[in-house]
């Protein structure tokens, strides 16, 4: 089973979903040979929903955002936009696709062009494309579509150069851009990581609101899951490992009650902003801190070497499927599939 | 296994008890810019820190971090200059004037008395040497120990790091994990039994796994050799974690000092509060959180009076007239908690992180 076909389908009107990467692969040949950063993984975006892919560095999340963008081809695999499928469309629909799913950056210092003023910035996409016509009329949205991400007054920024911004800021002048050519999809990769906590928040509260009042859909990738908690509460959360999906289900209970043992490390390893709770917080060990490459990937379970539930002859045989535990929360891992989450955690999801 | 540390409880807020290790007075560092200009980076800052404890530095990028940690171990660019006073006391009762410190002195003063492991650990290296050149051109220059004894103290701290010495002393810097790596510095830093240790953002970076091995190993070591340690973070959670003592850092000053259930619990500086609502926590519910508005002000252009001003909901007035002083909240001995600010009073921290599921052990 995938994650597509698990996942409670909740749209609005039963409609196809936005984005559909279906069994995609990305093989990348390297001088320890071909490795593949993204292995077989099935993913889908409803519109206005909220999708997160967390991961640690080198889980393939920025790969497989290229591929959702239609930045980078799959090797194996196909991705759908609208349910079409994107390698198959002629130049007019592929442009009309590339501008309907927008990608921004993770680094807001190198996503700018430093030549180039705000309104610079912002108004050749609009003329580019005919959104609007003559440069008054592309001044004027360029300051709408500051004002949306609360760059306001936006006076005091159209003639500003990066430089003179600050990160959160820039970071706001970048989705200002991708919001240029009104977008059904926003892949947002990392892109308040670079930011302070403070600023951090008022830019996902931003982009919230995106979410929110224009129906815009996400694709929010993060190693950091209180970010994704954050933002992706009302969603679903994909965590990757190692170029596969290891466990895909609704935020609250991705968050809450785990059942993958590598989300249940992640989940647990992370300190608290709470000085009590943090020291009181249960941890497991793993068997291995190492990584290992995907040159070299473990047999069966990738996560094997490191799995405080790892058992002999089960976790290195076969790769685990990805099925479903619980409603709408789906697992691939041997053990669990066997035993069932039942008495992992006492909890109970809150949401 | 299981690597929770329950020792920061008992190690708690003790500010004030007892003799400083360090004793840092109205401390600042200055950088030329070019053109006869300059900026203060840090200005004025007074720091206790005693024997064994921990202390967080947290605040957002550019209020003065990483420039107060250099400074304080005599470790800034050439552009910077410090000034006021750093006393350090050794266990035998000698107080050294660290500003003083010159040549042969100051070497010793840096790896015997505090050592400290850089923000962005792949610098802190020579790419071309082996760690275990690193471990002997570390030891031989302050020491005389013999080649076995140098050996056994590199692998004896390589364990205590969890790194099998075997595999990592012949290895190239570039050849390890970022978390190997960071934890190679850790060791390397503890080779001559220092007695403060800084860090700075010593997680940053790192993934969530690796964070954790880190955190758990400086439990473990602090516990083994009892150093005390300066920590840098723009990461509350790992202040939460990791400290007896958090002091907020805001353009250039410290605007709040206590024990960190204080700080976390009951923060009375407007900008400490701002942090700790902007940090989503794991567990539990979703919360509300909020951010503070702006960001930090240019160090050429200080806002009048409180510089947090102009970010402040507090703020009235009064605010932008002087600059508040750090003073004391409570009376109570050993339970010293400092805040700069005029209306502390106002101040309360109405959330608190609920661990809803009850604590899983
Ligand atoms: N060599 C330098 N010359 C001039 N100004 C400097 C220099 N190094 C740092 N500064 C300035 O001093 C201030 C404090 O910098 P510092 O690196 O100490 O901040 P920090 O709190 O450690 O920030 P971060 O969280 O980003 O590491 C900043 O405004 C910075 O721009
Ligand atoms: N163009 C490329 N050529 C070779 N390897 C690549 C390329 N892009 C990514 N990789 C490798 O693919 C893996 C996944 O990378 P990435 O998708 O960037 O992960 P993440 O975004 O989760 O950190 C990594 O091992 C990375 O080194
Ligand atoms: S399959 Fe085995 S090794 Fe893999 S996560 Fe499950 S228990 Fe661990
Ligand atoms: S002194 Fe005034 S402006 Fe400064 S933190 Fe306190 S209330 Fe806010
Ligand atoms: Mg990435
Ligand atoms: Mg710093």
Redesign the pocket.
Known sequence: MTATETAPQDRVDGSTPLMTLAAVSQV?D?KAGP?R?VDKIDLSVNPGEVLCLV?E????????ARMAAGLARPTDGKVEFAGNDIWSMNRHDFGSFRRSVQYVHQDPYASLNPTRTIQQTITAPLLKHGVVKGNKAAADKAAELLTKVDLTPPENYLPKFPHQLSGGQRQRVAVARALTLDPKLIIADESTSMLDVSIRISVLAMLGRLRDDLGVGFLFITHDLAIAKYFGWHGKTAV?YL?RIVEFGPTPKIINAPTHPYTRALIDAIPEPDPDLTKTKGRQSLRSLEIPS?AHLPSGCSFHPRCPLFEDGLCDGEVPELVEIRSGQSAACHVVARDGAGEVRPDEPVA | MVTTSTSGATRAARGGEGKPLLSVRDFKVEYRTGGGATVQAVRGVDLDLYPGESLALVGESGCGKTTLGLGLLRLLPRLGHASGKVIFNRGDGTEIDILGLDGRDLREFRWRDAAMVFQGAMNAFNPVLKIRAHMHDTMRAHTKATRQEIEDRAGELLRLVRLEPERVMDCYPHELSGGMRQRVLIAMSLLLEPEVLILDEPTTALDILTQRSIVDVLHEVRERLGFSMIFISHDLSLAAELADRVATMYAGRLVETGGVRDLFYRPRHPYTLGLIKAVPPIVGDLPDLESIPGGPPSLAALPKGCTFNPRCKFATDECRQAEPDLLPVTDEPGNAHDVACIHWKDVHLERRVQDDLGTAS
């Open positions: 990348f390297t490795i950063a991961g560095s080198g889980s393939g999340k920025t790969t497989a990757m170029g995907l």
